[in-house]
């Protein structure tokens, strides 16, 4: 079974960082692209970062290139995701995301930042 678990998320004054993982099982992972995703209160979800191991890419958004940073750990099977430099509309609820075969999502960490 294909799970996700995010963590790291937190309250963060306007500048700060945080380091967000996401725990990956039930699949081999570095076959497959993971991706993180997150939504404002009253927004659709967008797409922050990207990572395919296997193939060395890494996609940011232009709202977060520069101040975000993604990774991977085969060994562990673990995405982080570095944040700096964070902004208030960095707010939202961060998720994990993968596809194999069907979207799976994990449950979420909230990301709030204080101006």
């Known amino acids: 079974e294909v799970q996700l678990v995010e963590s790291g998320g937190g309250l963060v004054q306007a500048g700060g960082s945080l380091r967000l993982s996401c725990a990956a099982s039930g699949f081999t992972f570095d076959d497959y692209a993971i991706g993180w995703f997150r939504q404002a209160p009253g927004k659709g979800r967008e797409g922050v970062s990207l990572i395919s191991s296997r193939h060395g890419i890494t996609y940011y958004a232009d709202s977060v290139k520069g101040r975000f940073a993604i990774s991977s750990d085969n060994a562990q099977n673990t995405v982080y995701l570095q944040m700096n430099s964070l902004k208030p509309e960095d707010t939202a609820v961060y998720y994990c995301?993968?596809?194999?075969?069907?979207?799976?999502w994990g449950q979420g960490t909230q990301v709030t930042v204080s101006s």
């Open positions: 995301h993968v596809f194999n075969w069907r979207h799976y």
